[in-house]
């Protein structure tokens, strides 16, 4: 079966891209920070539901719901540990990054919630 992109009217969520960096606080310490990826703040994206499924972490058993995420944009600097936000407040963890169609257009995503950047 041939991949087919989303239609326009599929683009309904608006997303933001961040990106984790390492700091020193005033103490000497290292601390993580997230910070929005410059030109990333608002994206028109197309979200779908893929499949839910379980994880088991610290010895029980936690809920993992996947993702298929199309940007309407052509090219990006958005990599796997980066997380993404869409307008209601929900993060995603980004778990691929690529061109299903090959033509350059939009940017395909793979992403779960309830994963590794909670």
Known sequence: MAYSP???????HV???????????PYGNVVDEWSIVPGLERIRAAI??????EEVRSMRASGIDRFDV???IPVADI??????????GLGYDILWVGDLEGRGRQINISAQRGGLND
């Open 15 to 25: 997303v933001r891209i961040e990106r984790k960096s390492i700091s020193t606080d």
């Open 6 to 12: 989303p239609r326009t009217g599929e683009y309904r």
């Open 48 to 53: 779908v539901a893929q499949r839910g499924g």
């Open 70 to 72: 199309v940007l309407r």
């Open 79 to 88: 990599g796997i540990g980066d997380r993404m936000f869409d307008h209601t």
